[in-house]
């Protein structure tokens, strides 16, 4: 009896409290940010979001817009005489995740003034409406003087149909790396830069001698995501000179996918050359990081990131940190199917992706939003975020300053960037990559070529429509 | 009565006593089995979060405290459990309140469309819980005003988990004898008083098993706190728990086998003390 | 409300009675009683599930084209999942994993508990069901963690313990590997009703069949079961919901390997999440809805007749 009612007083002190803490957490975060009502008068506010959080993913991101940004911001606005307040909504989540909140915000007006995107949702987005070109947000983008330092291509990754929708955050490229030890184990170079498919193959036979090796880690399959096509599959086929969209048309069963899936073949099934089960383990990314780091997988194609946040021996940054990273590792360019097969005619290829940061048409202090966009990018900031870890930046002039100290990414902004290709940003994008994932897993798993083609041609007509498939 | 003759129907015979020795074995054998199979999953929330430098693998670790260090820093980190605390605690008392006026009423009422009512609430709460219904939800807690808001989260998920708590409580309440409610009624209980007074007291170990079935579901529950609250100091546990990735997606196990752990720990506690002082019985009632 | 109640039969505490108003309640006072409930639910549990309907018969997408102009499909999204070959494996999947680990799994380990621990006491009881509410109280994410480092090729526990290294689990029995893992989570409460139930069999037709030779296994099939038999109905039927609409097997398989392990939430999750193809995916959920209506309804029809 007295438990009842010490239950129920409980439960209502609880309901009080609820209650209660609801009530005080009135104020910017029960308001609709997006229309920045404030007690103060004259106070302008804007809020900005991103998948960063202290503590947790991007936390050097995070970091660097708590405590430099908007203070030094919020000084600038101040010596002009505005009253800015600049609130930052962390988030820490997985991207889909982060992609559905920010798209449930924008579909119901609501969100943060400036928002990061990953640069392939931007096409997207912007045929939800949700998302608006920045000419049409705010008057003064289109005199920033930022933009001539950020090559065509790379703002082309924040662009849909020709219109900027933001600025890019940053790049970053594709490389093979290497395991030098191992290298000189099997007899090869340590300076190793292969021109040709068959060059690596044959570092991998090579490197299959030694016991415990697994020579290529060529990412496949449908547990490895977005990783698969970024990494995997879409490079190689920039390597045969097939690009994945031009001119409206997605290319379907092509000679140059039929390429790609026999390299696949050769290395997983055919010669053993890689490791076909860990492309079906659900953390087998994470795993091929942690393999690399203990030299059990010589050859890997990843991305920069894996050297400046995954191997990195620095302090609480690198998750699977190699303390001889410097000296072991090697990375060389992508080379195409054979010299001069890729797109462009080029030699070697990459790929490259990257976020973008856009203003939100629902923005009720547009020009500020934009403002602190443009100062975000502007080449103090990029110092100051450096200083945390370092990664390629999307203007030219900061790229040249910064980099210096990191002959990695020196090397790929001035050899990989200018060899690269992108995504193309359209809607159905996330789908059609699900079907190349699907195609590197039928072959990896044992099914022929020409099937796993088919199959793929056949779900793309089902996902952008039969007349926008391209074969030959 | 039952007398205590002891009815054996053979003497024991050496053949029989070994049987039985097997027996016995078997059985125990049995139950290590059964134990390991429950223990040896749980190793891992044991020895990784001590570990300097954890994998998925289960190894003796390099003994430290530093993940835990790390987790103190985070800002987020320790808020979050209070967070889930809180949201668990708003949840439970709703849910117990609502759900037991309600199962008593529907257990000895004949409502109309009463078997319907429930089994139908029962199956839409499977839907509204998963992601389908994320946009629904999603644009209702903004046309209320409730978005961003932990009662607008508490409501949300009192709704979803109402209907298996009525359900199963109504089950209880059936089987609770109705001897004791006449007796009070004799002596002019109202019907408030009877259900404070008579019933939630037999229907105790009941009530206490679904308040923590409630808690273990609020508990764990990452969808609708992620879509419904923006702020990441409000967030509770289940949320933050995937803050602990890099950019490139990878987990980091030291932050993560730590959190786990602290992650964990609450709604254990909560249940052995719950456990201990309630105890878990369904159908208990009086014994005839 | 003066209405008289007629009074009850001698008491036996019978589980299945129908409702009788022993404290005066009246209808419009019950209804008060239901009220509050009823309100939270209907608001943000039935509002919510009603669009959700309205939903599936749309081509709603999340971003897109279809998110600014959304249009009525009509059934189109039904037809598309009954013409989809993943949708009826996914269909068959489901079935095996509900039945081998719910059903027959959770049920079955979770009453030889009750049964066996109805006589053990102390230290040895306790411990066991502290392992076993352990593992359902954890929370869903950490149980991921625990089960994918059991299972981990290189240095994971059972293969260490098994002395088979490089075994890859998860790759060659992932429906065997998830089925026990479901089991592994759900049984304390299957455990916990049994034994409740249990301890509720009237002692006396237990010492009545024993004093007439009963073996244990007959005691069992003529006492214990018939009395039990409207709790194993709703154990069961609980149990079938539960495991048919868990997510958790995606964090250990992610549907994997090539969709071996892709029950129906996992299903739902993949299409509606990475496409953003909300409408399809509310589709998708009302045909589980229904799904899930055909088994209560079974369970209902199966519980009546053996009134």
Known sequence: MKSTIRRVATGAALMGMVALSAACSTGPDNEDPATGESASQGTQAITLTSNAIVGGKNAAEAEWIDEWLIPEFTKMQKDKGVDASVKFEPQ????????????????????SDVISLDGIWIGEFAQADYIKPLDEVTDMAADWDGWSQIPDAVQGAASFEDQRYGIPQGSDGRVIYYNKTLFEEAGLPSDWQPTSWDEILDAGRAL???????????????????????????????????????????????????DVLNLYKTIYVDEGLGDPILQQEAAGRDTSFSEFAAGNIAILLEGDYFWRSVINPAEGVGTAPMEDRDEVVGYAKIPSMTAGSGIEGQDFVSMSGGAARVLNPNSENADLAWELLAFMNSPEAFEARAAGTLSISPRDDVNEELLKSDPMLTFVSEEVLPVT?????????????LSLQQATLDVVSGTSVEEASKKYADDLGGIVGADAVMSN | MTTNIDMKLKQPTASSHLLKMLGRMAFVLMLVVIGLFFAIPLMWLVVAPFDANPTMAVKWPEWTLSNFERLLQNPYALGSILNSLLLAAGTMALTV??????????????????????????????????????????????????INTQTGVILVMAGGVLPTVIFILKDFMDSVPKSYEESARLYGAKPYQILRDVVVPVARPGIAFIAIWTVVQVWGNFLVPYILLRDPSSQPAAVMMFTFYTESGQADLRLISAFSLIFALPVLLIYFFVNRKFGFRFYGGIKS | ?????????????????????????????????????????????????????????????????????????????????FTDPSFWNSLRLTVVFVGASGVLGQTLLGFTLAWSLRRVTGWARSTLEALVLAAWVIPGSVHAFLWIALLDRRGGTLNTILNTPGKAWLIDNPMTVIV?????????????????????????????????????????????????????????????LWTFNTFTPYLLTAGGPNGKTEILSVYIYQTAIPGGQLGFGAALSMIMLIINLFIALMYMRVGRSKK
């Open chain 1, 92 to 111: 820490g989540v997985d991207d889909e995740d982060y992609k559905t909140k920010v798209a449930l915000d924008l579909s119901s007006g609501k969100g």
């Open chain 1, 208 to 258: 299959k001698k030694i016991d415990g090796v697994v020579p290529i880690q060529l990412n496949a399959g449908t547990a490895m995501g977005e990783a698969t096509s970024m990494q995997g599959l879409l490079p190689m086929l920039m390597g045969t000179g097939q690009r994945l969209w031009e001119d409206g048309k997605w290319a379907g069963e092509t000679q140059g996918l039929t």
């Open chain 1, 421 to 433: 290709a992108y995504r193309p940003g359209l809607a159905e994008y996330p789908e059609v990559s």
């Open chain 2, 97 to 146: 309140m609502f759900g037991t006026l309600a199962s008593y009423a529907l257990s000895r009422v004949r409502i109309p469309g009463r078997d319907a009512l429930l089994y139908g609430m029962l199956l839409l709460s499977s839907i509204v819980t998963g992601t389908a219904a994320m946009v629904p939800t999603f644009q209702l807690m903004n046309a209320i005003g409730l």
């Open chain 3, 1 to 81: 409300m003066s209405t008289l109640t007629e009074s009850p039969p001698v008491t036996r505490t019978r589980h299945r009675r129908r409702a009788d108003d022993v404290a005066g309640l009246g209808a419009r006072r019950a209804i008060a009683f239901v009220g509050p409930a009823l309100l939270v639910i209907a608001l943000f549990l039935l509002f919510p599930a009603i669009w959700t309907v309205y939903l599936g018969l749309t081509n709603y997408r999340l971003t897109g084209l279809a998110a600014a102009n959304t249009s009525f499909v009509g059934l189109e999204n039904y037809a598309s999942a």
């Open chain 3, 180 to 240: 026990l893992f479901n089991i592994w989570v759900g049984t304390a409460f299957s455990m916990q009703l049994f034994s409740s139930a249990l301890s509720a069999v009237p002692p006396s037709q237990l010492e009545s069949a024993r004093m007439a030779g009963a073996a244990g296994w007959q005691q069992l099939r003529d006492v214990v079961i018939p009395n039990i038999r409207g709790h194993i109905l709703t154990n069961t039927l609980m149990i079938t």
